[in-house]
């Protein structure tokens, strides 16, 4: 992924010199790096919907440690990927931090390629989900322009059926159902039943079913 601007890297560290080293190998290409010296720091300032950027959390601090502000973020509803730092006898916590739905982590001592790559990993994940989010807005923004009618005959487009059964099921006539569906799919903004389709299980599948 080919760095720019409007990434933001996160970085929580109470070790100034660690913090130092990444700062100096991340802005050197040319991400945009924010140090924190501990947890609760961090989370006074962090804005999520702010920009796209992952986290590179040490699992292991004084106060609130890596792993309790990731339990925190997840109770935020944070998604921006999170990367652990962790020390050898962490790794077995970092595991579990993982199964859980952290990112990935990296055990010390690691090299800077092992870190980029994870970083490059990791913010090609934020920046799908960005893209996803913002078509599921998308779509939720257009089904709301829906009349009561025309949402009765998208769900049932979707469902595939032909505008005779959907004539027979709204009881009304087949020109009357392809009025509402040519207005349906111009406020919906696609061109092909397989368009919506894709369109709406793809807003569902991001709204968890709504």
């Known amino acids: 992924m080919t760095a720019s601007k ?3 890297i996160h ?39 702010a920009s796209v950027g992952c986290l590179i959390l040490d699992i292991r601090m004084p106060g609130m440690s890596g792993l309790e502000l990731y339990e925190e973020l997840q109770a935020r ?19 579990q ?3 859980r739905g952290a990112y990935d982590f990296l055990e010390k001592p690691f090299n800077q390629e092992a870190l ?18 913002t078509l599921a807005q998308q779509c939720e923004t257009r089904l709301q322009t829906l009349t009561t009618r025309e949402r009765e ?4 487009v979707i469902e595939g059926k032909m505008n005779k ?32 389709v894709q369109t709406v299980v793809a807003y569902r599948q991001q709204k968890g079913g709504a």
């Open 6 to 8: 409007s990434i933001t």
């Open 11 to 49: 970085i929580v560290d109470d070790d100034e010199a660690f913090r130092d080293s990444l700062v100096w190998l991340l802005e050197s290409h040319d991400y945009r790096v924010i140090c924190h010296d501990h947890a609760e720091a961090f989370l006074a300032g962090f804005r999520p919907e």
């Open 77 to 95: 509803g944070n998604r921006w990927p999170v990367i652990f730092i962790t020390g050898h006898g962490d790794v077995p916590m970092a595991v």
């Open 97 to 99: 931090a993982v199964k």
């Open 116 to 133: 980029l790559l994870a970083v490059n990993s990791a913010l090609e994940a934020a920046a799908s989900l960005q893209q996803t989010t």
């Open 153 to 156: 005959v998208l769900e049932r």
């Open 165 to 196: 059964v959907i004539a027979d099921d709204l009881g009304i006539s087949i020109k009357t159902v392809e009025a509402h569906r040519g207005k349906m799919m111009d406020k919906m903004g696609v061109r092909s039943i397989a368009d919506l």
